[in-house]
T-cell receptor, first 112, second 111 residues
Framework: SQQGEEDPQALSIQEGENATMNCSYKTSINNLQWYRQNSGRGLVHLIL?????REKHSGRLRVTLDTSKKSSSLLITASRAADTASYFC????????????FGKGTSLLVTP | DTGVSQDPRHKITKRGQNVTFRCDPI?????LYWYRQTLGQGPEFLTY????????KSRLLSDRFSAERPKGSFSTLEIQRTEQGDSAMYLC?????????FGPGTRLTVT
């Protein structure tokens, strides 16, 4: 079963606007990652945040983690049409090395 | 670009046939993972290897699924007696640590 649940399922914005996606999970984690998947392409790692971190930045991406609420958010600032993709949060599966448990994803559409 | 590669990219097979997919990981990565992704869902973990050892296979979907990594390099995923419900994208990933690098996937269609 998938642990992460992203919200919203779909998001449509215009270029230049910010996009915020949320992820909730059920069990304790060591870290949480966000991945992007473009149509027809593989998954690309965006950012990893460890359980003892509260916020992390990478370029136009900002990720927050609230372990008390078992939730994370991904903010993409000044969005571009090229940001159109599905975004997944993933948590580590216990006793499975670094195997990941993905949510269902948020489908983001950025229109020019 | 020496990323993760998968072959074939697409496979159409008839129900009941066996299929085998290949994954070539990034060369220095010791961990290799297989996932399945169906439409509208996130990837679902199937199995993983550390070098040639398969350390987790309880999440393989049924005993029709098996995977190997004979020399700790490339890996194969075999599905025997395919069913229509096996139609999905099969993703391979490799890693040294927490960050995984995914291949483009093999899209399987069972008719």
């Amino acid at each position: 079963s998938q642990q992460g649940e992203e919200d919203p399922q779909a998001l449509s914005i215009q270029e230049g606007e910010n996009a915020t996606m949320n992820c909730s999970y059920k069990t304790s984690i060591n870290n949480l990652q966000w991945y992007r998947q473009n149509s027809g392409r593989g998954l690309v790692h965006l950012i990893l945040i460890r359980s003892n971190e509260r916020e992390k930045h990478s370029g136009r991406l900002r990720v927050t983690l609230d372990t008390s609420k078992k939730s994370s958010s991904l903010l993409i600032t000044a969005s571009r049409a090229a940001d159109t993709a599905s975004y997944f949060c993933a948590t580590d599966l216990s006793n499975s090395g670094y195997a990941l448990n993905f949510g269902k994803g948020t489908s983001l559409l950025v229109t020019p | 670009d020496t990323g993760v590669s998968q072959d074939p990219r697409h496979k159409i097979t008839k129900r009941g046939q066996n299929v085998t997919f290949r994954c070539d990981p990034i060369s220095e990565h010791n961990r290799l993972y297989w996932y399945r992704q169906t439409l509208g869902q996130g990837p679902e973990f199937l199995t993983y290897f550390q070098n040639e050892a398969q350390l987790e296979k309880s999440r393989l979907l049924s005993d029709r699924f098996s995977a190997e990594r004979p020399k700790g390099s490339f890996s194969t995923l075999e599905i025997q007696r395919t069913e229509q419900g096996d139609s999905a994208m099969y993703l391979c990933a490799s890693s040294l640590g927490s960050q995984q690098y995914f291949g483009p996937g093999t899209r399987l269609t069972v008719t």
